[in-house]
């Protein structure tokens, strides 16, 4: 069963020498229950397709072929009325700094009771039951004296536990959290992953987690998703892609990261940057970067192949090339 369905999604923008493509072709799904990770570096699209799915995609960006299904519902060409009403009811947000989801000038409890009966038929008492439910449930103590408090009497942590209660105020079935813990310190995000989890299990809600840091992609994702130049690069099992990494930009961000267990002096580093939107190669993106391209990977770009228990967009894994099946296998030694 499939919750949100994201099929040939692009989107681009206007620029003085044409159209700039930010995403080009990305497909993927999420079930009910489950948290899906999307990582990649700084530009790879990856807060653009959460945009795109809440509706909230800054002009003059445009999403200008594709699909977006939320319970087999279309979603990507409705007025701006009615997603406001989805993204309400259907769907939640979680986005990076708390204090740009908070008015300052609201108790939190007022936020929360808006938002609730805004979305729910309920009366005020009861919506404020459960506004302070909603607290309890995200960790706040002594939440029937704190709902009446404002944002800036909060730590950042709390502020963000605020958020998920907003986010899960109107029961939605998908959350999208844009780098929910970046702003927060390594207890206070632990406590943060735990609570999402927790919460996706016990409500049977899906989440996209949009973040860059491959150790909250391990400790809380089912699947993973990685993003490059606005493609989906590889998406597979998250212990899959970390343990056996079937594309090489997957391969070379795995390798960049410290290991406890080794004992080396420098990081691995993968050489150059992400092209910019309007310096695209030809081919596969990553070309330029990859210790494994070669000729088809400079005029031909690939698709999603299957490669074991993943999919990689990479040519080592085209079945009708069986000559290149050592170079793929080298790629997790």
């Not at 994702?221 to 998250?238: K, S």
Request: hydrophobic residues 40%; proline residues 6%.
């Amino acid at each position: 069963m499939t919750l949100l369905q994201v099929q040939n999604l692009v989107v681009e923008f206007p620029h003085r020498r044409g159209l700039l493509r930010a995403l080009d072709d990305v497909s993927f799904e999420i079930a009910p229950g489950e948290i899906l990770g999307v990582v990649g570096e700084s530009g790879a699209g990856k807060s653009l397709t959460g945009a795109s799915i809440i509706g909230l995609l800054e002009p003059p960006g445009r999403i200008a072929s594709g699909e977006i299904r939320l319970d087999g519902q279309r979603i990507d060409q409705l007025d701006h009325e009615t997603m406001r009403h989805i993204r309400g009811r259907k769907i939640g947000a979680i986005f990076q700094d708390p204090l740009t989801s908070l008015n300052p000038l609201y108790t939190i409890g007022r936020q929360l009771i808006e938002t609730i009966r805004t979305h729910l038929p309920v009366g005020e008492s009861e919506a404020r039951k459960r506004a302070i439910g909603l607290l309890q449930d995200t960790g706040i103590p002594a939440a029937e004296q704190r709902i009446d408090h404002f944002p800036h009497q909060f730590s950042g942590g709390m502020r963000q536990r605020v958020v998920i209660a907003l986010a899960l105020a109107a029961e939605p079935k998908l959350i999208v959290a844009d780098e929910p813990t970046t702003a927060l310190d390594v207890s206070i995000q632990a406590q943060i992953i735990q609570l999402l989890k927790r919460i996706c299990k016990e409500r049977g809600a899906a989440v996209m987690l949009i973040t860059h840091d491959m150790g909250v992609i391990a400790e809380s994702c089912d699947r993973v998703a990685v993003m490059y130049a606005g493609r989906v690069a590889e998406i597979g099992p998250v212990h899959e892609v970390i343990h056996q990494p079937a594309h090489p930009y997957t391969a070379g961000l795995m390798a960049s990261i410290p290991d406890m267990e080794m004992d080396r002096e420098r990081l691995n580093q993968i050489d150059g940057t992400m092209p910019r939107l309007n310096a695209i190669p030809t081919g596969c993106a990553y070309n330029p970067r990859c210790p494994r391209a070669f000729d088809r990977c400079r005029v031909e770009r690939p698709d999603l192949l299957h490669a074991g228990a993943t999919r990689a967009a990479c040519w080592l894994h085209d079945p009708r090339d069986a000559h290149l099946d050592t170079r793929a296998k080298g790629m997790a030694a």
